[in-house]
């Protein structure tokens, strides 16, 4: 067993993997004939706005993934992930922005509305560079990135664990916060950054270039997927394991605990802000409320009630909730979304450490016992 | 008509002295609408050797053009306005006699000759008031409006004048009138008052007489005058720096105390039990909306409304507290990040509870005992209600360390979360220590509440407000530790509150913020940590 | 491994070493030195500084005064817990701790002496000579039946002896082993003391420990801690017989 080959591990010993991958493989092949090759009357037309819906849906697992790599394996209980993600969203915002030129309301050519609005005379020098759209993906990767980087390299040398991590972590969303609201931050304020036109020179109400998004956004979410299986399966998943097991004695087998998390927390950095980068793009806006900590604590029960430590069950959570939350909050349950999420937090936590993936598991354990008992049985009664 | 009206106004007169005179006023009211402006001069006149506590009103509101006919009544009313109107009242008997619209208002009109007249009536009026709250009032008007004209009812209120504060006032008030006559005797003794005095006004006039042209020049051409209006200048101006860092101190302090209140609660539910409680901020929102509840239910008990709320919200907070804990925290001891996900989503539940009951905004009243303030001197001022949060809160925390040192309560909390396995043995009942424990945190929670319902808004989301700053103050001030949480707290109050003016409030909190992000990278164990092989793990 | 005891005169080499908590002296003015190949035992009674000076020792604690050498030249309260774990100190705590939800192999795999950065364990590939290490290790401390087991499923005692595995596949020069026999039945706690023994041939070992019969059956010199200093060493029955020890364990 030990003796398989990596990619083996990663590809065919993956059952559940497998499940995902034939899954992703499905919607990149059937969401856009559906939508573009069928008619629209047609029964079988998906509508765009479903299209956009599910990118939204796999932007979210990509970052429930990245939090369960962090929180499934290493325990790092980052209520901070939301913030990475809204980096990424403004990075990418930013470029967007840029590309309005002087179709915004003012027709200002050189500067954003909102900074028109606000009197100001030239572009701020952190918006230089955005008008490129590989650079505002570099940003996009770069300064979650670095960010965590630095909190990260704070946090962990001085051996901030456990509870108080994740309440500074809260803490950082929630000053960043503050901090896009203020006018002055150059970042459109309150209303944030919205009202985009184009992508790349394609229209971004266009369905081709929804779907084109949406295509990416399955194929990063693959990627992402396999990223963080290979982590988890090659030995440093396990250093991982061991250091959410028991800390301390991991360093003293000689492991450098804080690189280890480091190297992690960057990884989940980083995918939350590509995160973040495909779903302003199709969602058309993003502002601070964005950092608000209620979503970055919502996206730790995505992965909670999946089941924590089970990559396919972090995606599998942030599907489920997020389309219990647009089936509930679009209709007449609207006022009751937020005791069911409430609920949710409570029955997951006491009943189901595992999630949905445990009782899965149990339950499918009980059914094989049960048929080799049957087998095993001789039949009588029939 | 008038003829009649005054044949029966002597007739009464004869019959009773205080109806008549009462029937004076209403004919002189009547008479303020008079057709000519010497007719209405006339009639103020009257008034104002009437002695009637009506009559200042009246007068004012003359002055102010709030005086006004109802159309077709002819009755006179006074006017203020609001939403879609004037809320008019009774000139006679005050009686409120509900919304008219503009068009059904005419107002008297006044012309500068009795708007003069007008000032000074009102102004000796007020001056001479029995109540020493309308003639402080009066006198700080004087200081921002100095009027030459009422010099005279200034300095004739002056000498009866017996409270100091106002006589000082007065002063002031007189002074402000003297720097712009042409007298440089009544100038400098002006300036020698002004140079004693803190208001504001009283500083931009010296600042006036002080002023220098671009060379450096006075503009004044009494120089000798101007030099010593500047010499108080910068002694003032000294006396103001140290009033502000008094004020900042109080403003940070009862920052700090509010902080105070909320954070002590979860020093205990996290720093004794170890318990993340996402769902104080939620203990502390039923405490302020039990406050309301009780001024709902006994609306004749206004003024005492906070105090019993105290004990309520108490009750209210610590028994959904013991309920959190016996049905949810209890099954989750020892694995706190499971603990912080599941009291979160009470707290969900609890917030969309109370916006289910479409109580989003609620206003609590301020009994009138909490609201006003302790005036010092023109510069400086204490608002009751905040001087109250400071005593309350340290009374909040004695209370607190007594209970956990001295009481046989307190020692059985401490012995459960040191060693379960042998309090336990002992005969503790460690499951109601807990759940006892927790309720009281929350019933803090809820007591902060109270106080809170003073000072801000109290809406479904007001305990998110407050949630991770409290946090920030437990772990600031090092866990498990009272203390530590006080000074947290009044520190962040007071550092916050500094910041205000040069980086605004929301980037001085922001400031705090990563302050406190970057404080515990260094002393990852707070302020004031417990040290010992013990707290390792 | 052992070729280079030769030219070390000791391995470990506490010098006036004092640690204060909260005013409390833990250890006080500790002096102990252990020679290579020593297999030394220490006991005292509750609160003597024991475990502290493990704590000292490995990193976790910095001492207030005082020296810690490895080896004649390296000062240990330079270095923290990794650091000292790679320069070849073990550590056992008294807790058996092993990771709990991986295979007791994955647990040997994990503590097998290499390169610890991390981007060499992401692209880590096990050689065949390390497997053979890891499977020599695991018939060493009997476990070889259990290998694909999770560690949480052992008993008491096989978690007790996968942590000393995980010990001594990480291939240390000197180990520090915090009360072994804790909750073991007689069986287990001879077996444990063969097992250290046969250790100690290749390794210093300094074991922590209360049980006396534990300690006779290692037949080692002895230091005895009390109120974190040395109280009394030499061999067990010189030291029981020394009037101060028999004071401090029956209390006077």
């Known amino acids: ?382 | 008509m008038n003829i009649s009206l005054r044949l029966l106004s002597v007739l009464l007169c004869v019959c009773v002295a205080t109806l008549c005179r009462a029937d004076e006023f209403a004919d002189l009211v009547v008479k303020l609408n008079g057709d000519s402006f010497s007719e209405k001069t006339e009639a103020v006149g009257g008034l104002h050797r009437l002695d009637d506590k009506r009559v200042l009103p009246v007068l004012k509101a003359m002055q102010d053009g709030n005086l006004f006919v109802v159309a077709e009544a002819g009755q006179i009313v006074i006017g203020k306005e609001s939403g879609e109107g004037y809320e008019v009242q009774s000139v006679l008997d005050n009686s409120p006699l509900g919304v008219r619209t503009k068009s059904q208002l005419e107002k008297i009109k006044i012309n500068n000759g009795l708007r003069r007249e007008l000032r000074s009536l009102v102004a000796g009026l007020e001056l001479s008031a029995k109540d020493p709250d309308i003639r402080r009032q009066s006198a700080i008007n004087l200081i921002k409006n100095p009027d030459e004209s009422l010099r005279e009812s200034v300095e004739s209120a002056l000498g009866g004048e017996k409270n100091q504060a106002i006589k000082s006032l007065l002063h002031v008030a007189l002074a402000s009138i003297d720097i712009n006559s042409t007298d440089t005797v009544k100038r400098k003794a002006a300036v020698a008052i002004l140079a004693d005095a803190v208001q504001p006004e009283a500083v931009a006039m010296l600042e006036k007489v002080a002023a220098k042209d671009p060379s450096g020049h006075y503009l004044e051409a009494d120089t000798e005058l101007a030099s010593t209006a500047e010499a108080a200048l910068i002694r003032i101006q000294t006396q103001l720096g140290i009033y502000k860092f008094i004020e900042n101190c109080f403003f940070g302090i009862s920052l700090g105390s509010v902080l105070l209140l909320a954070a002590i609660g979860l020093a205990i539910t996290f720093g004794v039990m170890g318990v993340i409680n996402m769902a104080h901020g939620e203990m502390i929102m039923l405490g302020a909306y039990t406050t309301f509840a009780i001024q709902q239910l006994f609306p004749q008990w206004l003024e005492m409304s906070i105090i019993i709320a105290i004990p309520a919200a108490f009750l209210v907070s610590g028994a959904v507290g013991v309920l959190i804990e016996r049905t949810i925290i209890r099954h989750l001891y020892g694995r706190p990040l499971e603990t912080l996900l599941a009291t979160f989503g009470v707290s969900l539940v609890l917030q969309q509870a109370v916006r289910s009951f479409r109580a989003n905004n609620v206003a609590v009243i301020t009994p009138e005992w909490m609201s006003g303030m302790w005036q010092i001197n023109g510069a400086l001022s204490f608002t009751f209600n905040r001087m109250y949060i400071i005593l309350f809160s340290l009374a909040v925390l004695a209370l607190l360390a007594f209970l956990l040192r001295k009481t046989y309560m307190g020692l059985q909390m401490r012995a459960v979360t040191q060693n379960r396995a042998m309090a336990n043995s002992m005969g503790i009942r460690s499951g109601w220590v807990d759940a006892l424990t927790f309720g009281l945190g929350s019933g803090i929670a809820g007591i902060a509440g109270v106080a809170l319902s003073q000072i801000t808004n109290v809406g479904p989301n007001m305990g998110q407000q407050y949630i991770i700053d409290s946090f920030m103050v437990v772990v600031f001030g090092g866990v498990g530790n009272l203390m530590g949480t006080f000074f947290a707290a009044l520190s962040l109050g007071v550092v916050n509150k500094f910041l205000e003016p040069f980086a605004g409030a929301v980037l001085g909190k922001i400031i705090v913020l990563v302050f406190i992000i970057l404080f515990i990278q260094w002393r990852p164990r707070g302020l004031f940590a417990l040290k010992g092989r013990f707290v390792e793990d | 491994m052992t070729q280079a005891h030769s030219a070390v005169k000791s391995i470990l080499y506490l010098n006036g070493v004092t640690k204060t908590f909260d005013g409390f002296k833990a250890i006080n003015n500790l002096c102990l030195d252990i020679r290579p190949g020593e297999l030394r035992a220490i006991i005292g009674p509750n609160g003597a500084g024991k475990t502290t000076m493990m704590d000292i020792i490995t990193g976790k604690t910095k001492p207030d005064v005082g020296e810690v050498v490895f080896r004649d030249s390296i000062d240990l309260t330079q270095h923290d817990e990794a650091d000292i774990a790679n320069l070849g100190i073990g550590r056992k705590f008294q807790k058996p701790t092993v990771i709990e939800s991986l295979s007791v192999w994955e647990n040997l795999e994990l503590a097998l002496a290499g390169k610890r950065n991390v981007f060499q364990t992401l692209f880590f590939r096990l050689t065949q000579a390390q497997a053979h290490r890891v499977d020599e290790i695991l018939a060493l401390i009997g476990l070889p039946a259990r290998r694909d087991d999770l560690a949480r499923n052992l008993s008491h005692g096989q978690k007790q002896w996968l942590e000393i595995g995980m010990l001594i596949i990480q291939a240390p020069q000197l180990l520090l082993v915090d009360e072994p026999a804790a909750g073991m039945t007689d069986y287990e706690t001879m077996e444990t003391a063969k097992l250290l023994k046969n250790i100690s041939k290749d390794h210093s070992v300094v074991v922590v420990e209360h049980d006396m019969e534990f300690i006779r059956a290692l037949d080692s010199r002895v230091t005895v801690l009390h109120e974190g200093s040395v109280l009394a060493e030499g061999r067990l029955d010189v030291v029981q017989k020394d009037q101060r020890v028999i004071d401090v364990y029956l209390g006077r």
């Open chain 1, 1 to 382: 067993m030990r003796d398989t080959s990596v990619l083996q591990r990663l590809l065919l010993q993956d059952k559940p993997g497998k499940i995902l991958l034939g899954c992703l493989c499905g919607l990149v092949v059937l969401v856009p004939i559906f939508n573009l090759l069928v008619p629209a009357d047609s029964f079988f037309h998906v509508p765009t706005y479903v299209v956009t819906l599910l990118g939204k849906y796999l932007c979210f697992a990509i970052l429930a993934l990245a939090l369960d790599l962090i929180w499934g394996y290493c325990g790092i209980l980052s209520l901070g992930q939301g913030a990475f993600f809204a980096l990424g969203g403004y990075a990418m915002g930013m470029y967007l922005m840029r590309q309005i030129g002087d179709r915004g309301v003012y027709g200002n050519a050189n500067l954003p509305d909102f900074m028109v609005f606000l009197n100001w005379q030239e572009l701020p020098w952190y918006w230089t560079g955005f008008d490129h759209f590989g650079f505002a993906v570099l940003m996009a990767v770069l300064v979650p990135g670095v960010l965590a980087f630095v909190f990260g390299w704070l946090a962990f040398r001085s051996r901030v664990t456990g509870v108080y991590l994740s309440i500074i972590t809260q803490a950082l969303t929630y000053a960043l916060m503050l901090a896009f609201f203020r006018n002055d931050m150059g970042f459109g304020g309150n209303n944030g950054l919205t009202d985009f036109k184009e992508i790349l020179g394609c229209d971004l109400q266009s369905s081709t270039t929804r779907v084109v998004l949406f295509v990416v956004t399955v194929i990063t979410l693959a990627l992402s997927y396999f990223l963080c299986k290979y982590i988890t399966i090659s030995k440093l998943g396990r250093v991982l394991v061991s250091i959410r097991d028991a800390e301390s004695r991991t360093r003293f087998m000689g492991y450098r605990v804080e690189h280890y998390k480091l190297l992690v927390f960057v990884i989940s950095a980083v995918l939350a802000g590509i995160a973040g980068a495909l779903y302003v793009p199709q969602i058309g806006i993003i502002n601070p409320s964005e950092f608000n900590p209620l979503n970055s604590i919502e996206i730790v029960i995505w992965v909670a009630i999946g089941g924590r430590g089970t990559l396919y069950g972090a995606v599998l959570g942030a599907l489920l909730v997020n389309y219990g939350k647009t089936y509930f909050t679009g209709g007449i349950f609207a006022e009751f979304w937020l005791f069911i999420l409430g609920a949710l937090f409570i029955v997951t936590t006491i009943y189901l450490p595992r999630g949905v993936v445990g009782v899965a598991d149990n339950w499918l354990a009980l059914r094989r016992q049960k048929r080799l008992l049957l087998a095993a049985a001789p039949v009588e009664q029939v």
